[in-house]
T-cell receptor, first 115, second 113 residues
Framework: NAGVTQTPKFQVLKTGQSMTLQCAQD?????MYWYRQDPGMGLRLIYY???????DKGEVPNGYNVSRLNKREFSLRLESAAPSQTSVYFC??????????????FGNGTRLTVT | DQQVKQNSPSLSVQEGRISILNCDYT??????FLWYKKYPAEGPTFLIS?????DKNEDGRFTVFLNKSAKHLSLHIVPSQPGDSAVYFC????????????FGTGTRLTVIP
């Protein structure tokens, strides 16, 4: 059981380049999330998808777009990368939106460096 | 502005002793609290949670205490084991839904054999 799988694990971009971070879960979860982790900041929510076909902004959405491709997959796109987007990105999923008893299951992260 | 704060970036404890990790929050509307554990190069994994209607929740060696009046929660690990060495994140939710989940900055626990 793979859980939440993120690709790639590492990526280096030049300023202005674009890329898509991929995430897939095999737990039949309804909700999926993208977080970024920066030193001294904790994890911050970028975008989330409460269910297939819906997406919403989180705390720090600027500079990102997302696509909920199907129930399993949720991708994060950087259209024009900036050094401020250097971070570790985590995808997560949970069983049911709106259920506080449903903890997040995280992928192993993508370490992105923008030069 | 950080709504969930973990003021101790690191903590070292001898194996077999108690580890106490602390977390403070500012939003009195938070009503659900969780602890996540993170090993290097892995994503955080859920450890234990507590609802605001309780003041204590226990799961094996892990106990979380909630003091609503002080807006403070703590995670106790007894006895501490070397495998507990990791970064621990506190998180809090206002209402339902993980889209309202706010994380602290984490505390790195080192358990010394």
């Amino acid at each position: 059981n793979a859980g939440v799988t993120q690709t790639p694990k590492f990526q280096v971009l030049k300023t202005g380049q674009s890329m898509t971070l991929q995430c897939a879960q095999d737990m039949n979860h309804n909700s999926m999330y993208w977080y970024r982790q920066d030193p001294g900041m904790g994890l911050r929510l970028i975008y989330y998808s409460a269910s297939e076909g819906t997406t919403d902004k989180g705390e720090v959405p600027n500079g990102y777009n997302v696509s909920r491709l199907n129930k399993r997959e949720f991708s994060l796109r950087l259209e024009s990368a900036a050094p401020s987007q250097t971070s570790v990105y985590f995808c997560a999923s949970s069983v049911t939106p709106g259920r506080i008893a449903s903890p997040l299951h995280f992928g192993n992260g993508t370490r992105l460096t923008v030069t | 502005d950080q709504q969930v704060k973990q003021n101790s970036p690191s903590l070292s404890v001898q194996e077999g002793r108690i580890s106490i990790l602390n977390c403070d929050y500012t939003n009195s509307m938070f009503d659900y609290f969780l602890w996540y554990k993170k090993y290097p190069a892995e994503g955080p994994t859920f450890l234990i949670s507590i609802s605001s209607i309780k003041d204590k929740n226990e799961d094996g060696r892990f106990t979380v205490f909630l003091n609503k009046s002080a807006k403070h929660l703590s995670l106790h690990i007894v006895p501490s084991q070397p495998g507990d060495s990791a970064v621990y994140f506190c998180a809090a939710s206002e209402g339902t839904g993980a889209n309202n989940l706010f994380f602290g900055t984490g505390t790195r626990l080192t358990v010394i054999p």
